[in-house]
């Protein structure tokens, strides 16, 4: 199967009002939408759209749940230009834990052969919405990297404004993936987050080992998120209640994929 484990680190840095870090170990499926049946007639440990350990739901997707993901998916895909048909498509994301998923940002790799075409960045808040961000890659990228900007559109965090813009950077690589979003506001650098997560098969004794190694991954996801929140209000960080949840579409605004990252 193309479909795989990956397991590595995530890592926030906040460099403004007030400077803040923190690392976890996570791991996350990443899972080919046209192998989904497959991997669920393969695995004793993962289900599609039914009860088990572990579970993908094509619901859990896109902004209107999906019923077929990979068909919504590349409608959004044939939407933004692209000969959908042609592509594979890689969903990375957490999955269902007994029966619970909070997914703060699932990617789809979208490939053309061994060149990223696109990636889709979905992004979910705590209130229970999502919004999707779609990213090309600019003329002269590297066949494995993704490198773009966009206007933020869609409310995440009560510690971060709405009037900001993202760099999203992906390394698509043989062995890795890596994925690093810088979110600015006012023209200042004001949060990265950077995913480092190595390839694994995608084995029942696998899926085993994470979840007795590092169990209830979604469930904590979701307690860290509410700690860290909880450690930035004690230190005075900016509060702002949800309000409009968009700013209007997202702009597809390519930036250079060079060590410079200047915008074309």
């Known amino acids: 199967m193309r479909s795989h484990l990956l397991v590595g680190r995530v890592a926030h840095r906040r460099f403004r009002g007030p400077a803040y870090a923190l690392e976890h170990r996570v791991w996350q499926l990443a899972l080919d939408l046209d192998e989904l049946d497959l991997v669920d007639r393969r695995l004793r440990l993962l289900s599609r759209n039914r009860r088990n350990a572990v579970e993908i739901r094509d619901a859990d997707h896109l902004p209107e749940p999906a019923r077929d993901l990979a068909a919504g998916v590349r409608a959004v895909l044939a939407g933004m230009g692209l000969d959908a048909a042609r592509l594979s498509i890689t969903l990375v994301a957490n999955p269902r834990v007994l ?10 790799l979208c490939r ?30 590297a066949p494995d990297r993704v490198a773009a900007g966009m206007a933020k559109a869609f409310y995440v965090s009560p510690f971060l404004g ?3 813009s993202y760099r999203v950077h992906v390394r698509d690589e043989r062995d890795r993936l890596v994925i690093s979003i810088e979110e600015h506001e006012g023209g200042a650098r004001m949060l990265t ?12 004794r696998a899926l085993l080992r994470l979840l007795l190694r590092r169990p209830l991954m979604t469930q904590r996801t979701i307690g860290w998120i509410h700690w ?6 004690l230190r005075g960080a900016p509060f702002r209640r949800h309000g409009a949840t968009s700013r209007g579409a997202a702009s597809l ?7 410079n990252g200047e915008g074309r």
Do not use: C, I, K, Q
Request: glycine share 8%; hydrophobic share 40%.
């Open 228 to 233: 860290h929140a909880l450690r930035l209000w």
């Open 99 to 108: 029966g619970y998923v909070f997914n703060p940002a699932s990617f789809y």
């Open 112 to 141: 053309d052969g061994d060149r990223l075409a696109a990636v889709l960045v979905e992004v979910h808040n705590t209130h229970g919405e999502r919004h999707l961000y779609p990213l090309l890659p600019g003329p002269d990228e």
């Open 193 to 204: 987050a950077t995913l480092v997560l190595e390839r694994r098969p995608l084995t029942d």
């Open 253 to 259: 605004v390519h930036v250079a994929s060079g060590p």
């Open 162 to 164: 709405m009037d900001g």
